[in-house]
């Protein structure tokens, strides 16, 4: 959880930074809160970010979407 305020930190500073979002998503993944993993993979995916497939697939699947 300590991790997630960080990244919140980090994305409030620089929302267009793809990585934080990224971090932070495994972060959530972690906590096996999927749905806002697959949020923060989806938005690191809108600043172009180049997503790994499967990751998402899974992400996508867990959080019921």
Same mark, same amino acid.
């Given at each position: &959880?300590?991790? +997630?305020?960080? /990244?919140? +930190?980090? =994305?409030? @500073? #620089?929302? &267009?930074?793809?990585?934080?979002? =990224? #971090?932070?998503?495994?972060? /959530?993944?972690?906590? @096996? #809160?999927?749905?806002q993993?697959? &949020?923060? /993979?989806?938005?690191?995916?809108?600043?172009?970010?180049? *997503?790994?497939?499967?990751?998402?697939?899974? *992400?996508?699947? &867990?959080?019921?979407?």
């Open positions: &959880k300590e991790s +997630i305020a960080d /990244y919140n +930190i980090a =994305i409030e @500073k #620089n929302p &267009k930074e793809p990585t934080a979002f =990224i #971090n932070r998503s495994l972060a /959530y993944a972690e906590l @096996k #809160n999927y749905e993993a697959f &949020k923060d /993979y989806c938005s690191a995916g809108d600043l172009k970010f180049l *997503l790994d497939k499967p990751r998402f697939d899974f *992400l996508r699947a &867990k959080a019921g979407k």
